[in-house]
Every structure is written in structure tokens, then in C-alpha cells.
């Protein structure tokens, strides 16, 4: 079936850094979806993306819609400690309406 | 309501016992999905429903896992004859519609510890 595989797994950085993480699958997606997890919480929604080639920004993050459709990329510029956490794609199976996760990439700020 | 709604937040159980956990999705939301996370883990898909009716269980890990929503709204997730394998984070999601095109929307989760 369908899965998603985020890279890194995990990313240590200094404070002020840009991150980048990217998603990908062997099939084609129609939606992409970037969610932030801190511990003890639900996931939150970033952005969402639903067309090919698309970029669009909230703040400080930007993603992009793989012209593929078989990738995802969320980047973080100028990095702060309260973007630690766990970040997962997400994108519903191609003729359903599942949502499916990534793998999750767990990321560290220091200060 | 204002965003997804779960309870308990916490639930221990012990061995062997049934559980059920709730969810309130967001007003007007017709889809709602059960996810479970073990510790350190990613989300795995469990079911959802459009409308009342669950056409996919196929995530569902055991027939000790069902799962039932009434009126297009409150869902409740049951576990029966509890294990210690069924300690996770149960996270229920809500969307406007089904399908893509539209956000899912998550509680903040029942952590379920057997015992």
C-alpha cells in the first residue's frame, strides 16, 4: 500500500538555523499535509498543499508540492526554540478518503 | 464546538478490562478518523467514518477494536479484553468533508496504559 517516508529521522540545530525536511512516496498524492506535534499534544496543521508545483508560506515555514506528486518539502527559516517537536506529512490514499502519516521527522533546536 | 474534543485524557486500565474512549469532532464535520501512536511513534490509521458509516476498517488491529458514531458527530472507540500491546495514544481527527481537498483537525488524544 501507499506509505510516506520522511527524511531526516531526527536533526539537531542551532538556534537561528534553516531546517529542511523533505517527504516522499511511490505513489502519486493529490493533497499534501504538514503537521507539527508537540509532546503530550495532538497534531497541529501547518500547511496544506493541493496542487502540483505549488509553494505557499505561514510564516516562518514554507512547503512545497512536488511537481511529482510524489514529494513534499517544509522548510524553517531562522529557527527558535519552540519549533522543537515532530513533524509529519500527511496525505489522504489515492481513491479514499484515508489520511495516511509519514514516519515523523523529530527535530531538536539548542540554544 | 470549537476543535475536536477527547475524553478521558488519560485512561488505566487493567488487563482484560474494556475501555471506551470518545470523541467530539468539530461542528459540522462530516469525516472523523481514529489514529493510534505508540511511544515515540508515528500515527497509525485505525478507521473513519463519513457521515455514520465506516467504510474502511481495514486499520482496525484486532476484532477486540470497534469503533461506532451517531449522528454524524460523537464517535467512541472500544477496546475490549484489554493488553498491554493496546497502551498508546488513541488521536481522533475531524474534516469539513471527506476526502482530500480539506484539513484534518486532531483532539489533543486519550493515553491509554494497560496495566
Known amino acids: 500500500g501507499q506509505q510516506l517516508n520522511q527524511s531526516p529521522q531526527s536533526m539537531f540545530i542551532q538556534e537561528g538555523e534553516d531546517v529542511s525536511m523533505n517527504c516522499t512516496s511511490s505513489s502519486i498524492f493529490n493533497t499534501w499535509l504538514w503537521y507539527k506535534q508537540d509532546p503530550g499534544e495532538g497534531p497541529v496543521l501547518l500547511i496544506a498543499l493541493y496542487k502540483a508545483g505549488e509553494l505557499t508560506s505561514n510564516g516562518r515555514l514554507t512547503a512545497q508540492f512536488g511537481i511529482t506528486r510524489k514529494d513534499s518539502f517544509l522548510n524553517i527559516s531562522a529557527s527558535i526554540p519552540s519549533d522543537v517537536g515532530i513533524y509529519f506529512c500527511?496525505?489522504?490514499?489515492?481513491?479514499?478518503?484515508?489520511?495516511?502519516f509519514g514516519t515523523g521527522t523529530r527535530l531538536k533546536v539548542l540554544a | 464546538g470549537a476543535g475536536v474534543s477527547q475524553s478521558p485524557s488519560n485512561k488505566v486500565t487493567e488487563k482484560g478490562k474494556d475501555v471506551e474512549l470518545r470523541c467530539d469532532p468539530i461542528s459540522g464535520h462530516t469525516a472523523l478518523y481514529w489514529y493510534r501512536q505508540r511511544l515515540g511513534q508515528g500515527l497509525e490509521f485505525l478507521i473513519y467514518?463519513?457521515?455514520?458509516?465506516?467504510?474502511?476498517k481495514s486499520g482496525l488491529p484486532s476484532d477486540r477494536f470497534s469503533a461506532e458514531r451517531t449522528g454524524e458527530s460523537v464517535s467512541t472507540l472500544t477496546i475490549q479484553r484489554t493488553q498491554q500491546e493496546d497502551s498508546a495514544v488513541y488521536l481522533c481527527?475531524?474534516?469539513?468533508?471527506?476526502?482530500?481537498?480539506?484539513?484534518?483537525?486532531f483532539g489533543q488524544g486519550t493515553r491509554l496504559t494497560v496495566v
Open positions: 500527511a496525505g489522504p490514499v489515492t481513491g479514499t478518503y484515508k489520511y495516511i
Open positions: 467514518f463519513q457521515g455514520n458509516s465506516a467504510p474502511d
Open positions: 481527527a475531524s474534516s469539513l468533508v471527506y476526502g482530500g481537498g480539506t484539513e484534518a483537525f
